[in-house]
């Protein structure tokens, strides 16, 4: 049985698409108080739904490493799914750091009236939220060899491809 199959990558990523577009016309559309309370909401719902998927995913992990003690037997997988694990866990814990300064500032924003230092300390959280986007590969490739080699491999073939492409354009250019 599959779970993630190709149609339903492409469902969840189009659904985030028009979900994403949907809430940055919000602002558009409504106060910008309402937009920071609907925003905060959605922010303690993911916060909720993030901490009950590692959880369930953690012991999952757990409950098959147990299961494969218990047998003997491809003690190599039950390290490989812990350390999958942790490398989730250390994504996870950054995604909270990022995240939650930035619903604290929704927060302040909805309690308090916008003023310059609220105003400040909303884009500062902003940036931290977006820089969470930059991090989570960052600690894949750290903690995961097989996505570090995989990264590795794409970087070398690509920089590859652009030397033979500016070799080819060099030859080009000499030749006229």
């Known amino acids: 049985m599959q779970f993630v199959t190709h149609g339903r990558v492409v469902a969840v990523v189009i659904s985030i698409w028009v979900i994403s577009a949907f809430l940055s016309l919000l602002f558009l559309w409504v106060s910008p108080l309402i937009c920071f309370i609907v925003f905060a909401v959605i922010g303690v719902v993911c916060f909720a739904l993030s901490a009950i998927l590692y959880f369930k995913i953690y012991f999952?992990?757990?409950?098959?490493?147990?299961?494969?003690?218990?047998?003997?037997?491809?003690?190599?997988?039950?390290?490989?799914?812990?350390?999958?694990?942790?490398?989730?866990f250390y994504v996870y814990i950054v995604f909270m750091l990022c995240c939650l300064p930035q619903f604290c500032s929704f927060t302040v924003v909805v309690i308090s009236d916008l003023s310059t230092g609220v105003y400040v300390f909303h884009i500062s959280c902003l940036t931290l939220f977006f820089l969470?986007?930059?991090?989570?590969?960052?600690?894949?490739?750290?903690?995961m060899r097989q996505i570090r080699r995989t990264v590795i491999g794409i970087a070398r073939n690509t920089f590859q491809q652009l030397r033979k492409a500016s070799v080819t354009n060099r030859q080009r250019s000499s030749a006229r």
Request: net charge positive.
């Open 60 to 88: 999952t992990v757990r409950r098959h490493r147990n299961e494969i003690q218990a047998l003997q037997v491809q003690q190599t997988n039950a390290a490989r799914s812990r350390k999958s694990a942790v490398g989730t």
């Open 132 to 143: 969470n986007s930059s991090l989570s590969p960052i600690i894949y490739c750290w903690k």
